[in-house]
């Protein structure tokens, strides 16, 4: 972390707070020189992705400091997994604001901490700026993959079964619960979605299992529909998706039945952070063993086809019309 | 780059502005997944820094967008060059405003195609956001090493010569012509001033020959002096450094005839990009030669001694006292 702001003291206190955080990976160099040097396993790719985040865009500023900086790295150890990859060094800029203080920036090195003992990684460098404008932070995460190994979005193949991990529209519909704009009928429900909009899970055990299995993934940011026609687009197929096949959260579930509008919100809300991914019918046995084993719920929503469109549909087969923008366009 | 704003057309031209350059990496996926994949050739080590710039901060609102975007390639370059390591690819994180139209943003990636020509690097990913604050870009560069190998800052020895590339000082002075805070005789020597604080010219053929050769290395981006009582606190030693041994180009030499004050921002006002480094006396020879291969000014200031304290002396040995932060605390 070379460039520093000047403010007195901070420069102790920002090493305080982050050089511990590289302690597993001596080639950070306890965050002393300009760059930080690791040695890749043998037979094995490196696997790169790069996020940012600003605040008001993609958290509120009433997220706490660790809530914000372990959202920063989950939505990159998802992106990781989506690849198929294990995830093992991040470098992290921050840009501070003015009202930053020391009590904050501490908290959100806290929140980084939980996570990389969670997750198994660590930091690996970086750097500290100020800014005018709100809290910036950007963060390069890197991970292994098998040689010549590699989860994208490119081969899906007409006839796979379209399946996704886990419960789809909590983030969503629980960024509404923290707007207030949605309130259910327990403390529990709202604290549920809550909690799954503050705080993303990333399917980094899933990830890894589908290299083999699974012929495109990638993971729920934008929305289910959405993101499934980026699969689309970039294998050159289409899609059908039934809507009562979505696997839902019993909060969401009260959410459709509250108001079924809420649907939309559900497949084209984003923020999921579950694995999108196809997988030939007949390596179906195989995906229900993968579900047991790792004691995750994984769901077939749909099938993959030949012709180019994506079609939401209800129980009788008719077409669910949705007009949020982006997978639309498809 | 999964994470896009959502004007209108805007993702295609973004596609079409960095998708070009990702040509020279298969990995990088033409953008369209959630991470880029590369194999490190054998036997090498991966060399990774990240540096943020901030608008009004790290660079001048009038500043080109090309040179914006060359700028923050280029310090990320000097970086890898401190260490030794040859870059390869990098992954971009830009926050546009509002203001930010698309011919900007046209011509801020014709900058970094110009320099990835130069420097022989790709875009492998990264992400684009939007911010209400200033114009804000994270750059994470990735090089190789020769196995077990790195120049760090920790490792000067005494009786070591320290040395430094090229000229120092005409970054900050270009930053005082640019301010229109210093005006020299000749537009010649106004342009070579500013020129130096636009565009910083990264010691990449340096860094990786003096594998090897050097004890300590860095680049000079905080100061001559600070950066000095870097590699002093790091290596646990002392350094004497004498103020007429330092390289000035000729346009730097007007400047403090003019007002001999400047030599305080020539030697603690950074943005220089040239290497420091030390070498062991007995490999004087060896320097010289590397100068004349590299066809590159490579000059002597002072040594290393094992006082911890550093000395900043006149032609007469008598001390020269600087107030600028930074190096002082040392």
Redesign the interface.
Known sequence: M??QS?KPGEFDVIEACFRPLTKNIP?A?SL?????????PKNK??????????A???FLETDTPENIARKLLRTNLS??A??G?VSFGY???T?WTNDTDITWIRKFAAGLAADQEEYGVSL????T??????L?F?L?L??T?P?GQ?L???AAKPGDLICVSGTIGDGALGLLVALGELTLSTDQHNEDLNDRYRLPRPRVSLGPNLLGLANAC??V??GLLADLSHICT?SNVGACVYQHKIPVSSAAQEAVQMDARLWEKIVSGGDDYELLFTVPATQKNLLVKLAERLEMKLTVIGEIIENLHLDYLDQNNNKIIIKT??WSHF
């Open positions: 070379p460039t000047e080639g160099f002393t020189d300009d760059a930080a040097v690791f040695t890749p790719q490196i696997v790169v992705t790069k996020d940012a985040m600003v008001g865009v993609h992106d990781i989506a690849m990859g470098l992290l800029s840009a690996l460098g970086g750097d700026v100020r800014t005018d404008g709100p910036t950007s390069t890197m991970g993959l040689n590699v994208r979005r490119n990638l993971d940011s934008d970039q923008k982006g």
